[in-house]
Every structure is written in structure tokens, then in C-alpha cells.
């Protein structure tokens, strides 16, 4: 009895650990899978100060492409916009292009990113007004 008792402790052990490993067991690309029906995501926050329902504000708006991929971040504080973001992708859903702009719409900063076998191989930052601010470069070494 204690040998089937110490078994089907062991078999529901085992259980839960798969339940709370799995989804750290996604690639990205599953991941990105999940989500490629997803268009949007917005997210409401509703504060409860002195005994007030309080105003629901926006705190975050997520926009998606059709592969997954986000396309705009746009973060608020206050009910103004704070932080906001713009993507691109290539076809094999490289993030190619990344711009942030301040909150009237103008750009801030372009971020460019190159690629050679899906690996970035470099990043260049421009100003709002395409002045090169900085460059990275990536090398790889492999076995």
C-alpha cells in the first residue's frame, strides 16, 4: 500500500511540476503563434482612492500584426500619452525598425536593425532628424 500510496504521490508530483514548467517551455515562435490572432490589446486601470469608484484610465495600448508580431506600444500616465513606439518586421519577422515618438506624434528616435541567418548583426540609432546617434555591430562565434 505504501509503495502505491508513494507512486501516485510521485504521478501527481510530476503533474503539477509539467503544469507550471510548461508554458516556460514555449519558444517564441509559439508564443508569437498564440497570439497571431490577436489585433489589439488595451488595458484599463480603475483606482479606488477615499471611497471613490474613480475614473477608468487607459494605462497601455498593444497593437499586433497578423504574424504576431507588435506593431505600437503606447504607454499613459495621467491620461496622456508617455511612452509610444512604432515597429516594423521583416518577412522572417525580424524586428527591422523601431521609433519612438514623444507625445504630440514626432519623432524622438529610429532604431534600424540588420540581419544575416536570423542573428542581428547590427543596430543603428538616428535622432529625430536622421543624424546617426550611435552604431552597434554583432559578431557570433560558433563551435
Known amino acids: 500500500m505504501n509503495r502505491l500510496n508513494k507512486n501516485g504521490n510521485m504521478k501527481k508530483f ?3 511540476l509539467m503544469i507550471m514548467v510548461w508554458p516556460f517551455l514555449l519558444t517564441a515562435q509559439e508564443k508569437k503563434a498564440i497570439n497571431n490572432k490577436l ?55 525580424n524586428k527591422i525598425q ?13 532604431s534600424e536593425y540588420r540581419y544575416a541567418n536570423n542573428l542581428k548583426t547590427e ?4 535622432d529625430g532628424n536622421g543624424q546617426v546617434l550611435s552604431k552597434k555591430t ?6
Open 98 to 110: 523601431e521609433t519612438e515618438l514623444d507625445p504630440a506624434g514626432k519623432k524622438i528616435k529610429v
Open 14 to 16: 510530476a503533474f503539477v
Open 138 to 143: 554583432y559578431k557570433y562565434e560558433t563551435y
Open 39 to 93: 489585433k489589439s490589446v488595451t488595458v484599463y486601470e480603475q483606482k479606488f482612492e477615499k471611497g471613490d469608484a474613480g475614473k477608468v484610465l487607459v494605462e497601455s495600448v498593444t497593437k499586433y500584426d497578423q504574424a504576431g508580431n507588435i506593431i505600437e506600444e503606447i504607454e499613459y500616465k495621467q491620461a496622456k500619452v508617455d511612452k509610444h513606439f512604432l515597429y516594423k518586421y521583416d518577412a522572417a519577422n
Open 123 to 126: 543596430k543603428t540609432v538616428y
